[in-house]
């Protein structure tokens, strides 16, 4: 039997909720050309003359809301479950982050160290999707830096979830106990991403955002489709809970910059679900399966608040799938 061992990839973390480390944070990942992918010193002007240096007092005084005794929800959160995967499944787990600490060079180099009989590390994204500036840059971050290393064991990739049984059922169980209290109706806030990145990965270059239902319309595209990995999610998910069409909807949250964005955007559409009647919304975050800045400040805090200023009466945000059993259960069938 391959002695292996797994590698949980999630984004990062800035060490601490000060301003220079937020800064730093902030710097590798908008320089980070699946993120921002436009030509190199052009992007190196943009975030070092002004998103970094302007946004980096704002977001720390963001992580501050949301920093526990413990650190960064983030990293703690992986911590955790890094080692209750290890606990379930019996084999050595370590993490590593797409930007921040630990590095994936920090975490091969324990592997190496502590388990030197390891022939396979099994690395496990955990991004459900695939997206240009998550999956992709995380997998290629960890490929690239095993390539240049000295180590000897083999390194294997989990392929996007999305659509897994046992990842399914484990979201759409965690929603499950919330649709016990009556609530008018399930908002699906993904992660959003540039049109411009869609169209990048269409691998047919003729199908991707060409039609009001190209994301239902069977493709070789869809692999490497964000868009339509989310939809398909949300359909069986959807489908598992026995959720009416008009029970549930999709936006798209968390946008930078200027440029077209999938919509709707989460933001407009809080604003708006009041008017429309609906004043009893839950609200999940699929596309992050560990809460973090995104999830307890931007939906959890801003999101709400939104909501309830537009009319809303009751908000619930359902936390991530974080160390839910169900989902260290899916990891331990995905990197068998």
């Not at 946004?55 to 809301?65: G, I, M, V």
């Not at 324990?110 to 590390?121: G, L, S, T, Y």
């Not at 290629?140 to 240049?148: D, L, Q």
Request: aromatic share 10%.
């Amino acid at each position: 039997m391959t002695k292996k061992a797994i590698l949980l990839a999630n984004l990062g973390s800035p060490d601490s909720t000060k301003v220079s480390d937020v800064r730093r944070y902030l710097r590798e990942f908008l320089m980070d050309e699946r993120v921002i992918d436009i030509p190199a010193f052009p992007r190196w002007l943009l975030v070092n003359g002004i998103i970094a240096p302007f946004r980096a007092p704002r977001s720390a005084a963001k992580y501050k809301s949301i920093w526990t005794d413990e650190g960064s929800p983030l990293i703690v959160l992986t911590e955790k479950l890094t080692r209750k995967v290890e606990e379930t499944n019996d084999f050595p787990s370590y993490m590593c982050m797409r930007y921040g600490n630990p590095s994936p060079a920090a975490a091969l180099s324990r592997i190496a160290k502590e388990h030197p009989e390891v022939e396979e590390v099994v690395l496990f994204p955990l991004y459900p999707h695939y997206a240009m500036s998550s999956y992709e840059t995380a997998v290629e971050h960890v490929k690239n830096t095993w390539e240049r290393g000295p180590w000897e064991f083999r390194l294997k990739v989990i392929a996007p979830y999305y659509n897994y049984p046992g990842y399914i059922k484990s979201l759409a169980e965690s929603i499950r106990p919330h649709l016990e209290n009556e609530f008018d109706h399930i908002l699906f806030s993904y992660h959003g991403v540039p049109e411009r990145h869609i169209l990048k990965g269409d691998t047919t270059s003729s199908h991707c955002l060409q039609s009001p239902d190209c994301c239902q319309n069977s493709s070789p595209a869809h692999p490497k489709c964000y868009r339509h990995q989310v939809f398909e999610t949300t359909r069986l998910v959807a489908g598992y809970l026995q959720l009416t069409d008009n029970k549930f909807s999709v936006s798209f949250q968390s946008r930078l910059g200027g440029d077209k964005w999938l919509g709707p955007a989460t933001a407009d559409v809080l604003a708006e679900l009041p008017s429309l009647g609906i004043k009893k919304l839950l609200v999940v975050t699929p596309a992050f399966v560990s809460d973090c800045l995104e999830t307890l400040e931007e939906i959890q805090m801003e999101g709400q608040e939104t909501f309830l200023e537009a009319g809303g009466k009751s908000f619930t945000a359902i936390p991530c799938l974080n160390l839910n059993d169900e989902w260290v259960e899916t990891i331990g069938e995905l990197v068998k």
